[in-house]
């Protein structure tokens, strides 16, 4: 209870409430794009390096375990997700798919929001957490893509979908960094990291001062989408983080690592999900999948859903 | 100054679209285009490419044959599925045989 | 492929008053615009938009009639005070229909 | 709304003749312009413009004399050695008797 | 003397010339608008957020006096700017009020280039000098746009410029950025601050290069202007100083503060005064406004005017 | 050799090869221009300054013998390469001129990745280097620009070129870097320098990713320039540094010295060069000059160019 107090004091979380606040004034504040396309640049190769810097030191046996977990998570999310909304919800089969595929894929933000709050209560997750961000992002997509097609429904243009998912800037950069950071490893790294290691919560706090602002835009499409996307968007990442704390339990990650492996499984894509989804199932209505992801289940994650996981973590590990 | 009675195709479109509604233009003989950065609201209302902040313009300067052409692929392919509109212009261009 | 001929009301104005002529467009029923970033020079020279940076422009495809009521009322609001220019042309547009 | 009708002169160029464009149109009595960044690819193919990433729009609505006197300087200028393309359309602009 | 040489060897001063030069050798530099804005984004949320956190830290009582002191300055000063050009310049009701609300409000980078050079002498300001500059900001524009109401002359659109100077973007950014502070406190705004503090001073520098540009194309009106304005530019500054000084030292301010205060009364708004007074009196001429607030005030104001304000202070109160 | 290798495992030169490979896996990555653009004008400053804080401690006959040796390289490198091109190629005039601008003109990127390349070897060069790059910047420009005069072919506007070229945003940020580094000496730095500083190392990294793209798009050409032009890419620098290593060695420059001026002078410009030759040799073809400059030359440097270059200076003087 406290930590979700303690969770809206945090700089980063207050900078959502305050980009969400510039929407409701109708204050005639701009964020310009190249900012925000340059802090997510910044944000994904700092995260990559990160990992790829920690993978250098880390036995590949060590990281297997969370490996499989996190790609079993991949694989089972998006399909309980595309139960939930097609069988109880009776959701036409593209907009069905389009959303497994968002809440089977990621936030980059949502997952770093974990990570700064774990830190504030001065616990550190495993350092390898980035590379599962980027193991996580990719399958959930496919696999929900896949499913219009085993049920024979075509697809437009599958093909080009499944390019944009793996080249995908956000996929790139972040294995990019990985791979980078592994092999630049730590001394190599040092000159670069101040750069990247001590503008970063800084950067993450402009980033989500624009994702307040895009959120709150998004709001005016609740009444639209109806009263079960909404639960749906509080459910599902609830389910999953769920799901994903004994998957992480198993795999004997510890429990900051655990809480931050249930936020990532449980937040839903909002970048790389929906330009696939665009481009595989062009009938899927973006204003139900990305008021979903990012009108619900976003802010949802950051102020309460961390905090919750966290709590359910302690609770069944502990 | 002569100047040839040509046609101006616009085409506004979701960002994605554009490298497939370039590849169009091509395959219809046009010798250039230009592109333009714009954003906009129609009959669709909220958009993936909303989020992705921007539209596409896409203009080229063709021969009325290539312009009906290109009207043609344009709306066979996007018209059902995407937020897109076409349209052209009589335009009169600076040694216009140089784009026919 | 049926065009249908329509007008291409463009406005370029200071960037304030964006929002005030997108509702002016949307009251004379048009489906949709489209807004393109530009920056320009005209007969009042210098102004508090050159310091914000841009003009903003602003095209919307509408029925002739629509086209007047628009130009009428952009002419009346801001003619006299502000920086703007606004002319129409005629299109040959895609399912022309759909933005009547 | 009496509405008069001009010419709109459309130069697509590479970056750095901005400036020499914009001297000939004023030259040439126009009262304003309008200019946005765009991209685009032409018979030229690569060009050094490009690594400076952008061409540039340059609009200018004007009497058809004037028209007729810009394209003329234009294409004699640039036309041998520069990516450039200059079109004109017929307009009505609003006040069109500001323009003249 | 000595202090103002030693203000035209400090870098942001040096980058502010930097700028000025670029045009009159028609460099071809051109500054990204983006940057632009990114950069008065950063250093607005920066002074909110340290000014905020500084605010956690002071009693109300201690903040009293000086904010009823900025107050009043800010109901002042938009009178005595309007008196001076209407009755002994005679300039229309329109122009006049549009001077005002300019000179009723403030410039951040003038108020920022204050401090550093106060930090450069070795001496801190109070913690919350920015909560005093936001304090300011708002109601120099807001009397002066009553002012032809009062004189039952009509004002295009009141409420839209009144809900512009309230909720712009430079306030809005200012104050969220005050609150955030105040609420997360020093703790927490621990792992952001590398990124809004170190920075800081170089952002500054930037953004002065790209106001040496902007100022530099404002010369060329200088003439047009006529000299009463160019007058008017550098004399209504030293004397809201004056005044300032006067007010500061009954509030108790340090020297510092004192100098900061009279700096950021002094300085004329080029942000939030023209946007709105391009709203409510559309018939104000930009290129007076302008020229004066940002041809002459501005860069008066960072290369002779904090000197001298700095050195009056120690005049009166010393 | 080991050294080549450690070169890439040197971040920087890992991001470039990123940039490179998001071309090739058809990634949607897309650099921000307006970031590229801050970028530069960050990384163009930061030398500048640097450069000049360092000036402002350096005696000026240190620097005397340096100077002139950059000097004759600048005046001597376009004319070996106009020869080479014109006379063993047969390439036309234009295009024989565009290239030996650029070979003559620096490119300050490869510069960087000279100095970090030394440092991580535990080398500091000259301080004074930045003032070297600008000294060396422009005259290869203007006289590969004459060379058509001298032989009575005209150049369009020769004038408006050369205004380009000692005005042109790049040499414009350095040098005035420079003035306000020297001025502004150590202390008054202090304050700006984190910003510039600590943050550059990553600044780099960004760049050279965004270049890595850029080349990669140039690469497409390197089947239309033909054998000799990526002959001439390569073999050109190599030429031009073995001759900077000699006149470096003559002037007393350090081994880490040396290596940068023979890497500055072996690379070819293609920010100041192209706009130059734009403008004074329209009919002389970009992607030639282009290609070679920034397809061949560039990456070369950067990969094998640097430690050979080092490899050959430590040959030569040791
Ligand atoms: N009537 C119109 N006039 C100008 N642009 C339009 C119009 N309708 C649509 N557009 C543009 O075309 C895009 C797609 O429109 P739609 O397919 O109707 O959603 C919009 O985002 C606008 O940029
Ligand atoms: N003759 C013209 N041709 C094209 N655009 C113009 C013209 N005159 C004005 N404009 C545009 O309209 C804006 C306002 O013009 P004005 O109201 O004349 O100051 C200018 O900034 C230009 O962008
Ligand atoms: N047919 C065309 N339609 C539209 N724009 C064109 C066309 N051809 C060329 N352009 C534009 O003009 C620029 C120069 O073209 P070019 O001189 O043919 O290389 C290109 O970069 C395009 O932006
Ligand atoms: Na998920
Ligand atoms: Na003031
Ligand atoms: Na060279």
Chains 1, 5, 6 share one sequence.
Do not use: C
């Not at chain 1, 616990?123 to 896949?146: D, F, K, N, R, S």
């Not at chain 1, 389910?239 to 900051?256: E, M, P, R």
């Not at chain 1, 990532?264 to 665009?278: C, E, G, H, K, L």
């Amino acid at each position: 209870m406290e930590s979700i107090l303690s969770n809206f004091s945090s700089p980063v979380v207050l900078a959502f409430v305050l980009g969400i606040a510039s929407k409701f004034v109708k204050s005639d504040l701009e964020f310009p794009r190249p900012l925000y396309q340059s802090i997510s640049i910044y944000l994904l190769l700092a995260i990559g390096l990160k990992g790829g810097v920690e993978l250098s030191k880390t036995t590949f046996s060590v990281f297997l375990l969370p490996a499989t977990a996190t790609l079993a998570l991949g694989i089972i999310t998006p399909l309980t997700a595309f139960v939930i909304i097609r069988y109880i919800r009776k959701l036409d089969m593209s907009n069905s798919a389009g959303l497994a595929a968002h809440y089977g894929s990621v936030s980059m933000v949502t997952f770093l929001v974990a990570i700064s709050f774990m830190e504030d209560k001065g616990m550190q997750p495993e350092g390898y957490m980035p590379t599962l961000l980027a193991l996580l992002e990719i399958p959930g997509i496919i696999v929900a893509l896949m499913i219009p097609i085993a049920v024979s429904k075509n697809v437009a243009s599958l093909g080009k979908a499944l390019h944009e998912v793996v080249t995908g800037s956000s996929i790139f950069l972040l294995i990019g960094g990985v791979i980078i950071g592994y092999i630049a490893g730590p001394e190599k790294f040092g000159p670069v990291s101040p750069f990247f290691v001590s503008g970063f919560q800084g950067a993450l706090f402009l980033f989500l001062l624009e994702l307040g602002m895009t959120t709150a835009s998004r709001f005016r499409d609740l009444k639209k989408v109806g009263a079960f996307i909404i639960f749906f968007g509080v459910f599902v990442p609830i389910l999953h983080a769920v799901l994903a704390i004994y998957f992480g339990y198993w795999a004997g990650l510890s429990t900051a690592g655990i809480t931050v492996l249930a936020t990532m499984t449980s937040s839903a894509s909002y970048i790389a999900a929906p330009a696939a989804v665009r481009i595989a199932l062009p009938k899927a209505s973006p204003s139900i999948y990305l008021t979903a992801s990012l009108g619900i289940t976003f802010p949802f994650n950051i102020t309460l859903g961390i905090p919750l996981y966290y709590y359910l973590t302690v609770l069944i590990t502990g | 100054m002569e100047l040839v009675e040509l046609q101006n195709v616009t085409i506004i479109s979701e960002r994605f679209l554009k490298d497939d509604i370039i590849d169009i233009i091509k395959k219809n003989s046009a010798k250039g285009y230009t592109l333009t950065d714009v954003s906009g609201e129609g009959s669709r209302g909220i958009r993936a490419s909303e989020w992705e902040g921007k539209n596409v313009k896409i203009e080229t300067v063709v021969s009325s044959s290539s312009a009906d052409r290109i009207i043609q692929a344009i709306s066979d392919h996007y018209f059902e599925n995407y937020a897109v509109i076409a349209y052209t212009q009589t335009v009169n261009v600076v040694r216009g045989d140089k784009y026919i």
